[in-house]
């Protein structure tokens, strides 16, 4: 059965420190990784995603990286912002057609 | 529309009682899926719709839930007799196709139900 894991499970830092969150999972058979961002009382907003075949993608300050044969990913964030404060939620694609989410990191951002 | 709407956004009700939720997806989106997510929890998965007919239900917790998208777009999840412990975020995304795919997920903002 595949476990999604995210390390920490909090984080609080100065603004413009940059960051890595940890994603694992147990099996390697996926189809493909994402990373979403959720506001308090919000929906899930989709950051990235990274097909199997990849090894990273990115979009302006966010990279996210994907080992599959070792069962990981990571979220970098550079000169991290107060408005990146949010809970940061990672999820895999197994050969099937649901994703399967991890706990997320709650991350706080302070001026 | 321009993305996943989601109604009501807040659903208070009492035990016992039987409840709607409705989820519109992004227009064109084939595939539909229905997540509860309790608090500090991720989301976890319990049904997913490809056009009109439900090709995977297995997260639907018992047969309390069920859930309909009968013209292929608008989807509502049903609840019967709710218990306290049905009380989440249930949350709606679509995307493009589905098997096979890499289309991402689109989400909408969630319906708090609480059952009191």
């Known amino acids: 059965k595949q476990e999604v894991t995210q390390i920490p499970a909090a984080l609080s830092v100065p603004e413009g420190e940059n960051l890595v969150l940890n994603c694992s999972f147990t099996d390697s058979a996926i189809y493909n990784l994402q990373w979403f961002r959720q506001d308090p009382g919000k929906g899930l907003t989709s950051l990235l995603l990274?097909?199997?075949?990849?090894r990273e993608q990115t979009s302006g300050r966010l990279n996210a990286s994907l080992d599959k044969s070792s069962g990981r990913s990571t979220l970098y964030i550079a000169a991290s912002q107060p408005g990146d404060s949010a809970t940061y939620l990672c999820a895999v694609r197994p050969n099937t057609d649901k994703l399967i989410f991890g706990t997320g990191t709650r991350l706080q951002v302070f001026p | 529309g321009a993305g996943v709407s989601q109604t009501p956004s807040n659903k208070v009700t009492e035990k016992g009682k039987y409840v709607e939720l409705r989820c519109d997806p992004i227009s064109g989106h084939t595939a539909l899926y229905w997540y509860r997510q309790s608090l500090g929890q991720g989301p976890e998965f319990l049904i997913y719709f490809q056009g009109t007919g439900a090709a995977d239900d297995s997260g639907l917790p018992n047969d309390r839930f069920f859930a309909v998208r009968p013209e292929g777009s608008v989807s509502t999840l049903k609840i019967q007799r709710t218990e306290r412990g049905d009380s989440a975020v249930y949350l709606c995304?679509?995307?493009?196709?589905?098997?096979?795919?890499?289309?991402?997920?689109?989400f909408g903002n969630g319906t708090r139900l609480t059952v009191t």
């Open positions: 990274i097909q199997s075949s990849q």
């Open positions: 995304a679509s995307s493009r196709l589905a098997r096979a795919d890499n289309s991402p997920l689109h």
